[in-house]
Protein backbone atom coordinates (compact mmCIF):
# COMPACT_ATOMS: atom_id res chain seq x y z
CA UNK A 1 0.00 0.00 0.00
CA UNK A 2 1.59 3.19 -0.91
CA UNK A 3 -1.46 4.81 1.96
CA UNK A 4 -1.77 8.47 1.18
CA UNK A 5 -0.08 10.63 -1.47
CA UNK A 6 0.14 14.34 -1.97
CA UNK A 7 1.52 15.99 -4.85
CA UNK A 8 2.92 18.46 -5.18
CA UNK A 9 5.31 18.67 -2.61
CA UNK A 10 6.42 21.90 -2.82
CA UNK A 11 4.26 25.00 -4.70
CA UNK A 12 4.73 28.55 -5.74
CA UNK A 13 1.77 30.73 -6.72
CA UNK A 14 1.49 34.76 -7.27
CA UNK A 15 -1.76 36.00 -5.59
CA UNK A 16 -4.54 35.49 -7.56
CA UNK A 17 -3.69 32.07 -9.37
CA UNK A 18 -5.61 28.78 -8.79
CA UNK A 19 -4.36 25.47 -8.34
CA UNK A 20 -5.71 21.76 -7.11
CA UNK A 21 -3.59 20.11 -4.40
CA UNK A 22 -3.64 16.67 -4.99
CA UNK A 23 -4.26 13.70 -1.98
CA UNK A 24 -4.96 9.67 -3.17
CA UNK A 25 -5.54 7.23 -0.77
CA UNK A 26 -5.15 3.34 -1.75
CA UNK A 27 -6.85 1.93 1.79
CA UNK A 28 -10.29 2.05 1.09
CA UNK A 29 -11.06 4.95 4.12
CA UNK A 30 -13.69 6.54 4.13
CA UNK A 31 -12.87 9.20 6.29
CA UNK A 32 -10.65 11.89 4.87
CA UNK A 33 -10.03 15.65 5.69
CA UNK A 34 -7.57 18.45 5.30
CA UNK A 35 -5.20 20.40 7.54
CA UNK A 36 -3.14 23.42 7.45
CA UNK A 37 -0.12 23.76 9.55
CA UNK A 38 1.14 27.41 10.49
CA UNK A 39 3.83 27.81 12.90
CA UNK A 40 2.89 28.00 16.88
CA UNK A 41 -0.59 26.61 15.76
CA UNK A 42 -2.10 23.40 15.68
CA UNK A 43 -3.01 21.42 12.57
CA UNK A 44 -6.01 23.31 11.44
CA UNK A 45 -8.81 21.35 9.77
CA UNK A 46 -9.91 23.10 6.63
CA UNK A 47 -12.46 20.89 5.22
CA UNK A 48 -13.17 17.03 5.39
CA UNK A 49 -15.10 14.08 3.97
CA UNK A 50 -17.09 11.26 5.33
CA UNK A 51 -17.15 9.48 1.91
CA UNK A 52 -18.04 9.97 -1.70
CA UNK A 53 -19.94 12.60 -2.42
CA UNK A 54 -19.68 13.87 1.37
CA UNK A 55 -18.34 17.13 2.33
CA UNK A 56 -18.15 19.38 4.90
CA UNK A 57 -16.55 22.37 6.33
CA UNK A 58 -13.61 22.55 9.12
CA UNK A 59 -12.35 25.93 11.38
CA UNK A 60 -10.97 27.59 8.28
CA UNK A 61 -12.53 26.89 4.88
CA UNK A 62 -12.64 29.80 3.73
CA UNK A 63 -10.83 30.18 0.44
CA UNK A 64 -10.89 26.58 -0.45
CA UNK A 65 -13.34 24.17 -2.10
CA UNK A 66 -12.77 20.36 -1.95
CA UNK A 67 -15.24 17.28 -3.86
CA UNK A 68 -15.09 14.14 -3.34
CA UNK A 69 -15.89 11.95 -6.47
CA UNK A 70 -14.00 8.48 -5.03
CA UNK A 71 -13.16 6.87 -2.22
CA UNK A 72 -9.79 7.13 -3.22
CA UNK A 73 -9.33 11.05 -4.15
CA UNK A 74 -9.88 14.22 -2.43
CA UNK A 75 -8.67 16.87 -3.86
CA UNK A 76 -8.38 21.02 -2.19
CA UNK A 77 -8.63 23.59 -4.57
CA UNK A 78 -7.78 27.10 -3.88
CA UNK A 79 -9.75 29.27 -6.18
CA UNK A 80 -7.54 32.46 -5.80
CA UNK A 81 -4.41 32.23 -4.00
CA UNK A 82 -3.71 34.71 -1.22
CA UNK A 83 -0.04 35.21 0.79
CA UNK A 84 -2.15 34.11 4.04
CA UNK A 85 -2.88 30.39 2.28
CA UNK A 86 1.47 30.50 2.79
CA UNK A 87 1.51 27.29 5.02
CA UNK A 88 2.04 23.39 5.06
CA UNK A 89 -0.81 21.23 3.77
CA UNK A 90 -1.48 17.75 5.11
CA UNK A 91 -4.20 15.50 3.63
CA UNK A 92 -5.61 12.37 5.99
CA UNK A 93 -7.47 9.67 5.77
CA UNK A 94 -9.08 6.91 8.11
CA UNK A 95 -11.33 4.15 8.17
CA UNK A 96 -13.62 6.20 9.77
CA UNK A 97 -14.20 9.16 12.07
CA UNK A 98 -13.27 7.22 15.04
CA UNK A 99 -10.27 5.74 14.20
CA UNK A 100 -6.50 6.33 14.04
CA UNK A 101 -5.47 9.19 11.34
CA UNK A 102 -3.30 8.59 8.41
CA UNK A 103 -1.14 11.54 7.22
CA UNK A 104 0.24 11.98 3.76
CA UNK A 105 3.91 13.75 3.44
CA UNK A 106 2.41 17.49 3.12
CA UNK A 107 2.33 19.96 0.34
CA UNK A 108 4.34 23.25 1.64
CA UNK A 109 2.75 26.13 -0.54
CA UNK A 110 4.42 29.51 -0.48
CA UNK A 111 1.92 32.24 -1.86
CA UNK A 112 3.81 35.85 -3.17
CA UNK B 1 -13.68 23.97 17.33
CA UNK B 2 -12.95 22.82 20.79
CA UNK B 3 -10.17 24.80 23.20
CA UNK B 4 -7.10 22.33 23.21
CA UNK B 5 -4.34 23.66 25.82
CA UNK B 6 -0.89 21.12 25.67
CA UNK B 7 1.69 22.22 28.03
CA UNK B 8 4.77 22.49 28.42
CA UNK B 9 5.05 23.94 25.19
CA UNK B 10 8.44 21.95 24.99
CA UNK B 11 10.94 20.30 27.58
CA UNK B 12 14.60 19.03 27.68
CA UNK B 13 14.67 15.64 28.87
CA UNK B 14 18.39 13.98 29.91
CA UNK B 15 18.60 10.65 28.19
CA UNK B 16 17.43 7.66 30.31
CA UNK B 17 15.03 10.08 32.36
CA UNK B 18 11.28 9.53 32.46
CA UNK B 19 8.92 12.64 31.86
CA UNK B 20 5.12 13.67 31.07
CA UNK B 21 2.84 16.04 29.89
CA UNK B 22 -0.57 16.96 29.61
CA UNK B 23 -3.49 17.90 27.40
CA UNK B 24 -6.40 19.47 28.65
CA UNK B 25 -9.67 19.68 26.87
CA UNK B 26 -13.36 20.42 27.34
CA UNK B 27 -14.94 17.83 29.22
CA UNK B 28 -18.70 18.21 27.40
CA UNK B 29 -19.58 16.28 24.49
CA UNK B 30 -16.54 14.42 24.42
CA UNK B 31 -15.95 11.13 21.82
CA UNK B 32 -12.44 10.43 21.88
CA UNK B 33 -9.44 11.77 22.44
CA UNK B 34 -6.35 11.08 20.03
CA UNK B 35 -2.66 11.04 20.85
CA UNK B 36 -0.07 11.54 17.22
CA UNK B 37 3.60 11.75 17.46
CA UNK B 38 5.33 13.98 14.54
CA UNK B 39 9.27 13.80 14.46
CA UNK B 40 10.61 16.86 12.23
CA UNK B 41 10.79 16.17 8.14
CA UNK B 42 8.04 13.29 8.36
CA UNK B 43 3.94 13.38 8.79
CA UNK B 44 2.70 12.75 12.57
CA UNK B 45 1.56 9.30 13.16
CA UNK B 46 -0.78 8.14 15.70
CA UNK B 47 -0.04 6.60 19.02
CA UNK B 48 -3.52 6.28 20.61
CA UNK B 49 -7.02 6.41 20.48
CA UNK B 50 -8.70 6.77 23.41
CA UNK B 51 -12.52 6.80 24.27
CA UNK B 52 -13.29 6.05 27.96
CA UNK B 53 -12.71 8.04 30.99
CA UNK B 54 -9.95 5.96 33.08
CA UNK B 55 -8.42 4.69 29.70
CA UNK B 56 -4.74 3.70 30.26
CA UNK B 57 -2.71 2.99 27.11
CA UNK B 58 1.01 1.62 25.80
CA UNK B 59 3.06 1.18 23.09
CA UNK B 60 6.42 0.44 23.98
CA UNK B 61 7.77 3.00 26.42
CA UNK B 62 5.36 5.27 26.01
CA UNK B 63 1.59 5.61 27.61
CA UNK B 64 -1.61 7.63 27.85
CA UNK B 65 -4.14 7.85 30.66
CA UNK B 66 -7.24 9.64 30.24
CA UNK B 67 -9.71 11.56 32.43
CA UNK B 68 -12.90 12.84 30.53
CA UNK B 69 -14.62 14.21 33.80
CA UNK B 70 -12.13 16.22 34.01
CA UNK B 71 -11.18 16.79 30.50
CA UNK B 72 -7.16 16.23 30.73
CA UNK B 73 -5.06 13.38 29.22
CA UNK B 74 -1.26 12.40 30.27
CA UNK B 75 1.75 11.51 28.26
CA UNK B 76 4.22 9.59 29.61
CA UNK B 77 7.29 8.59 28.91
CA UNK B 78 9.86 6.10 30.41
CA UNK B 79 13.66 6.02 29.90
CA UNK B 80 13.51 8.55 27.18
CA UNK B 81 15.64 8.24 24.18
CA UNK B 82 17.07 10.41 21.29
CA UNK B 83 14.49 8.63 18.74
CA UNK B 84 11.72 9.77 21.25
CA UNK B 85 12.53 12.94 20.24
CA UNK B 86 9.52 14.76 18.68
CA UNK B 87 6.56 17.04 18.91
CA UNK B 88 3.60 15.58 20.86
CA UNK B 89 0.02 16.47 19.47
CA UNK B 90 -3.16 15.95 20.94
CA UNK B 91 -6.43 16.30 19.39
CA UNK B 92 -10.02 15.56 20.84
CA UNK B 93 -12.94 14.91 18.84
CA UNK B 94 -16.14 16.27 18.94
CA UNK B 95 -18.16 14.22 16.13
CA UNK B 96 -16.62 14.47 13.04
CA UNK B 97 -14.16 16.81 13.45
CA UNK B 98 -10.32 16.40 15.68
CA UNK B 99 -9.16 19.65 17.68
CA UNK B 100 -5.38 19.69 17.40
CA UNK B 101 -3.40 21.40 20.33
CA UNK B 102 -0.32 23.37 19.60
CA UNK B 103 2.34 20.37 20.70
CA UNK B 104 4.48 19.63 23.13
CA UNK B 105 7.71 19.03 21.48
CA UNK B 106 10.45 16.87 23.66
CA UNK B 107 14.22 16.91 23.09
CA UNK B 108 16.27 14.29 24.63
CA UNK B 109 20.00 14.95 25.19
CA UNK B 110 22.51 11.98 25.10
Not at chain 1, 70 to 94: G, H, I, K, M, N
Not at chain 2, 61 to 67: C, E, G, K, V
Request: net charge neutral; proline share 5%.
Amino acid sequence: NAGVTQTPKFQVLKTGQSMTLQCAQDMNHEYMSWYRQDPGMGLRLIHYSVGAGITDQGEVPNGYNVSRSTTEDFPLRLLSAAPSQTSVYFCASSYDRGNEQFFGPGTRLTVL
Amino acid sequence: ILNVEQSPQSLHVQEGDSTNFTCSFPSSNFYALHWYRWETAKSPEALFVMTLNGDEKKKGRISATLNTKEGYSYLYIKGSQPEDSATYLCAPRNDYKLSFGAGTTVTVRA
